[in-house]
């Protein structure tokens, strides 16, 4: 099941019916009357409403519309419009399964072998958020230069609390739009929490929020999303050998199999398969 957000402005088409005032949300099961709702292109039509002009935000199928939820807000309306997602679609193939790889020096590494990094925007702005909280704590104690600086950091923080917000929300809906099962590895936070120096690392990057967002937009989209135990991802090849490695060795190399690569797109790799063996 798929959610689709329709909204219109309060223009020529907006319902003008009095009676309509008394209802704040209403649901249209319509069985059968899909053609005449949305027969002009552009324009949704419900009955006792009249035709609405639309702004879909999202492309879909008319006939495969199984509920239209409308909303009434002050600017306008919503109409959440439920639409079926044919099982073709939502096939699982290896093709479009993705392994992804959340890490401290790329943001994430995918198994299809690209990577993610933090924006330069983000690093920036955090790196001013830093400077700003140095400012902060040479200010007197209750002193009007130290509100003044405390205001700054507040600003700051928001500021790159909702670029990284946007960040997230934008690589996790690319990789549910490209893939049908998307798998990551349970994450142990609190383990590596309490080792102090990756601590602001792991805070900073958002990997659980990251993974949330995935796992919503999938959902949201009839896709499958997998966690998968986290265990000697990055100690073993995809033939199944052991490779060993600390953290600072950047390259897996299997003398059993003969893979070299970057170790972070193997242990993605990894992670794939493991979810390609969960039963679905
Ligand atoms: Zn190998």
């Given at each position: 099941?798929?959610?689709?957000?329709?909204?219109?402005?309060?223009?020529?088409?907006?319902?003008?019916?009095?009676?309509v005032?008394?209802?704040?949300?209403?649901?249209?099961p319509?069985?059968?009357?899909?053609?005449?709702?949305?027969?002009?292109?552009?324009?949704?039509?419900?009955?006792?409403?009249?035709?609405?002009?639309?702004?879909?935000?999202?492309?879909?199928?008319?006939?495969?519309?199984?509920?239209i939820n409308?909303?009434?807000?002050?600017?306008?309306?919503?109409?959440?419009?439920?639409?079926?997602?044919?099982?073709?679609?939502?096939?699982?193939?290896?093709?479009?399964?993705?392994?992804?790889?959340?890490?401290?020096?790329?943001?994430?590494?995918?198994?299809?072998?690209?990577?993610?990094?933090?924006?330069?925007?983000?690093?920036?702005?955090?790196?001013q958020?830093?400077?700003?909280?140095r400012?902060?704590?040479?200010?007197?104690?209750?002193?009007?230069?130290?509100?003044?600086?405390?205001?700054?950091v507040?600003?700051?923080?928001q500021?790159?609390?909702?670029?990284?917000?946007?960040?997230?929300?934008?690589?996790s809906?690319?990789?549910?739009?490209?893939?049908?099962?998307?798998?990551?590895?349970?994450?142990?936070?609190?383990?590596?929490?309490?080792?102090?120096?990756?601590?602001?690392?792991?805070?900073?990057?958002?990997?659980?929020?990251?993974?949330?967002?995935?796992?919503?937009?999938a959902?949201?989209?009839?896709?499958?999303?997998?966690?998968?135990?986290?265990?000697?991802?990055?100690?073993?090849?995809?033939?199944?050998a052991?490779?060993?490695?600390?953290?600072?060795?950047?390259?897996?190399?299997?003398?059993?199999?003969g893979?070299?690569?970057?170790?972070?797109?193997?242990?993605?790799?990894?992670?794939?398969?493991?979810?390609?063996?969960?039963?679905?």
């Open positions: 099941m798929m959610r689709i957000s329709v909204s219109s402005a309060v223009k020529p088409g907006t319902p003008r019916y009095k009676s005032d008394r209802y704040v949300s209403f649901t249209y319509q069985p059968g009357a899909v053609e005449k709702t949305f027969a002009k292109p552009g324009y949704v039509y419900l009955s006792k409403i009249g035709v609405v002009n639309m702004n879909a935000h999202r492309p879909f199928d008319p006939a495969n519309v199984t509920q409308v909303k009434r807000y002050v600017d306008g309306w919503m109409i959440n419009i439920s639409v079926k997602v044919p099982d073709a679609e939502a096939a699982q193939t290896a093709e479009s399964a993705v392994g992804i790889d959340v890490g401290l020096n790329t943001f994430a590494a995918l198994s299809d072998e690209t990577k993610v990094d933090n924006p330069r925007y983000l690093r920036k702005a955090e790196k958020l830093k400077r700003k909280h400012q902060l704590s040479r200010k007197q104690p209750a002193s009007h230069n130290r509100k003044k600086a405390k205001r700054k507040a600003k700051a923080h500021k790159v609390a909702r670029q990284r917000k946007d960040f997230l929300h934008k690589q809906h690319r990789i549910v739009r490209d893939y049908n099962l998307i798998a990551v590895e349970e994450l142990k936070v609190r383990n590596m929490v309490r080792n102090r120096r990756l601590a602001k690392s792991i805070s900073d990057a958002g990997w659980s929020r990251f993974i949330t967002y995935l796992s919503y937009k959902k949201r989209q009839g896709k499958r999303f997998a966690q998968v135990p986290a265990h000697g991802t990055s100690q073993t090849c995809l033939c199944g052991s490779v060993p490695k600390t953290l600072s060795i950047r390259i897996h190399e299997c003398e059993s199999c893979r070299i690569q970057d170790r972070d797109i193997v242990s993605a790799k990894i992670i794939l398969q493991r979810a390609l063996n969960i039963p679905a």
